[in-house]
């Protein structure tokens, strides 16, 4: 089959298209024919040798994909058959044509979703309602700051910020930025290339600031995070795109706040996609991707690059200049 590769840590020139071998479904798995996935910042950080897959996983390029179930393997519970529409959260091998996925990852493609649409949502969406749900405890009415609110978790993120009855807030880097958070549903944004978005976030929230900050920034943005984040308030780091470094009084500031910190990462919650999360995500969110329900949620989609042309896409997300999710083709 065809499959993403790299040869050596680096650049996006690095990448290719390589022939290698089809996997086959183990105990419990199932194999799916891939239609689409989707780009993270995972991948760029793997493909420069700063984010290995866990071990046993695929090396192959990919945290999320969409297809058919083309396969069954052994001890499979009949829970899918062959042909369903399926798109799944992954620890790796998305961008190839064909991937193994234990059954209980699964999650079945909303009615009238196509194939390019379904793989913008399991890495995302299932991000942004772990970080809301069950780690924050997002409580109806509470305010949520979300940094790179464009980002594809930004953009899911300001829609179930609004599905759980509270406010989201968003930063992003340029108003065309802005204005696509806003027609998601953000509350207020703020360009926090040009403005203190912390002095600004207090002035929205007159001076109580915000309950929960969904950050994927960092070091850089840990005053101003503070400065912004209301008594008792919960900071949730999930990305590190300014680097971990913290110079001054963190703790100290913290303290005064009575405020907590909490932090989570992508693959190192295997067993989360088939536990609580990723069923109420299943049960509670997936039915308003459907048409003709209200609140309607939709996954944004920047753009779509074949396979062989993995280089361009991986070069427009490491430019900051997508809006949503850039998804992968596969051909079929």
Request: hydrophobic share 40%; with cysteine.
């Amino acid at each position: 089959m065809l499959a993403a590769y790299f040869d050596c840590p680096g650049g996006p020139e690095n990448l290719y298209v390589k022939k290698v071998m089809k996997p086959h479904p183990r105990e419990g798995e199932v194999l799916v024919k891939v239609a689409a996935s989707a780009l993270n910042r995972a991948d760029l950080l793997q493909r420069r040798g700063k984010y290995p897959p866990p071990k046993g996983a695929s090396d192959i390029l990919g945290l999320e994909a969409s297809g058919s179930v083309a396969g069954l393997g052994p001890g499979c519970k009949g829970q899918w058959k062959i042909g369903d529409a399926v798109m799944a959260l992954l620890s790796g091998g998305g961008q190839a044509e064909y991937v193994t996925v234990p059954e209980g990852y699964l999650m079945p493609i909303p009615n009238d979703m196509t194939f390019i649409q379904a793989a913008a949502i399991p890495e995302a969406w299932l991000t942004a309602f772990q970080l809301l749900h069950f780690v924050g405890k997002i409580q109806k009415g509470e305010r949520v700051l979300i940094h790179a609110g464009a980002s594809g978790v930004g953009m899911a993120a300001v829609q179930l910020v609004r599905l759980a009855k509270a406010i989201p807030i968003v930063t992003a880097g340029t108003q065309e930025k802005l204005k696509a958070t806003a027609n998601a549903g953000a509350a207020a944004g703020f360009n926090y290339k040009n403005e203190d978005f912390s002095e600004k976030v207090l002035a929205f929230t007159q001076g109580s600031g915000v309950d929960i900050i969904l950050d994927c920034v960092g070091g850089s943005y840990w005053e101003k995070n503070l400065n912004c984040l209301s008594t008792d308030g919960r900071w949730i780091i999930y990305g590190l795109l300014s680097g971990g470094e913290v110079h001054g009084d963190l703790l100290a500031r913290l303290l005064s706040k009575r405020a907590s910190i909490h932090t989570t990462l992508l693959r190192s919650r295997d067993k989360e996609a088939s536990n609580g999360c990723q069923q109420s995500f299943t049960e509670n969110v997936l039915p308003y991707f459907s048409g003709g329900t209200s609140p309607h949620l939709q996954p944004l989609v920047d753009s779509v690059y074949p396979l062989h042309e993995i280089a361009g896409a991986h070069r427009i997300m490491e430019d900051n200049k997508n809006i949503g999710k850039i998804v992968i083709e596969v051909p079929a």
